[in-house]
């Protein structure tokens, strides 16, 4: 949809799915915040709960703030952001999760951002959210976790430094990259799959040219024990090699392909992907350690070794030992 003079600047995407307690904080941190040029859209994905009521009343206490859209029927969370997608207006779009919040200044350290310099991407860092915090909580640096490893409110057209800073991050997460309609559309989310945020990552950077990182907490990150991640199951490893091979594949075939920088961060962020499930992938699943090692080998055709050397040459020695021994120990440490 082209744009136009009365078009909203921002779309934030909310998928609503069995998120009743967290709901109205989610929607009310937009809501005290957005200017008229920001839309909010909600989509029911046909929860079961009282959530939608929330949306309701908050409707009716805020007229014409709130879009709601809805699902016949429960689709997930991909095919939930793709109708979002679809129905946004908006020249940018933000996916928040129904169970987080976005963090006071949010929308206008954005608007700063796309005023000044009109990026097609804006990486943003979070924070957990918690009843309380202690210092452990403190050290731990809960308070702001970065999204980007490069330098702080880094920002250009290098696609390579780009690429970069995400892997050796570690944060895929869609809710912490606000990017032009146009760049999201040319990253549509793989319905009925877990770990979805991690198969559009490589599409997304391919649709974008100039970039910036703002290093401040935009996001309020609610970490749940029923996470994704917290118990995992042989479907969801499976939709994790799937997303981890879509990605490695998507990054490898970037036009004009990638830096040696680049390319090592990619295959340690794949080796301690990869560790992680020799963690969590029951002895007894032989069809899906089978398939493990199968990807281990596509991934890394000329072995493991030389991954492993450039880590402990950098002085990260603790995790290559972690990574190697977990490898190992199910026999998937591919030689070189």
Not at 20 to 38: K, N
Not at 165 to 170: A, I
Not at 174 to 192: D, L, Q
Not at 320 to 332: I, M, N, P, V
């Amino acid at each position: 949809m082209p744009q136009t003079a009365n078009a909203p600047w921002l779309s934030v995407l909310v998928p609503v799915y069995n998120v009743e307690p967290y709901l109205r904080e989610c929607l009310e941190s937009v809501l005290r915040q957005a200017d008229p040029g920001v839309e909010l859209i909600v989509l029911d994905d046909a929860s079961p709960d009282a959530s939608m009521a929330i949306v309701a009343a908050l409707q009716q206490a805020h007229p014409g703030r709130i879009r709601s859209l809805a699902h016949a029927r429960n689709r997930g969370l991909s095919a939930a952001r793709n109708s979002l997608m679809d129905a946004a207006t908006g020249r940018y779009l933000w996916f928040l999760d129904s169970d987080d919040v976005l963090m006071p200044g949010a929308i206008d350290g954005l608007r700063g951002i796309v005023e000044r310099e009109s990026p097609d991407l804006v990486l943003c860092d979070f924070r957990l959210l918690r009843a309380s915090f202690g210092l452990r909580h403190r050290l731990r640096g809960e308070l702001h976790r970065r999204s980007f490893a490069g330098r702080p409110g880094d920002g250009s057209d290098d696609r390579d430094a780009l690429l970069t800073g995400l892997l050796e991050g570690r944060q895929l997460h869609a809710w912490s990259k606000i990017a032009t309609r146009e760049a999201w559309r040319g990253a549509r989310f793989p319905e009925g799959r877990y770990f979805e945020d991690m198969a559009v990552v490589a599409p997304l950077c391919a649709s974008v040219g100039r970039w910036r990182h703002a290093p401040r907490p935009w996001v309020g990150y609610r970490q749940r024990g029923d996470s994704i991640m917290a118990r995992m199951t042989p479907d969801k490893s499976r939709d994790l090699l799937l997303s981890l091979r879509e990605f490695h594949d998507g990054v490898m075939a970037l036009p004009g392909g990638v830096s040696q920088r680049t390319r090592r961060a990619l295959e340690y962020f794949c080796l301690r992907t990869f560790a992680s499930l020799a963690r969590k992938v029951p002895r007894e699943d032989e069809a899906l350690a089978h398939e493990c090692h199968d990807a281990i080998g596509m991934v890394f055709p000329q072995g493991m070794p030389a991954v492993l050397a450039e880590y402990r040459s950098r002085g990260w020695w603790l995790r290559a030992w972690r990574a190697q021994r977990s490898l190992a120990a199910r026999g998937w440490l591919v030689p070189g």
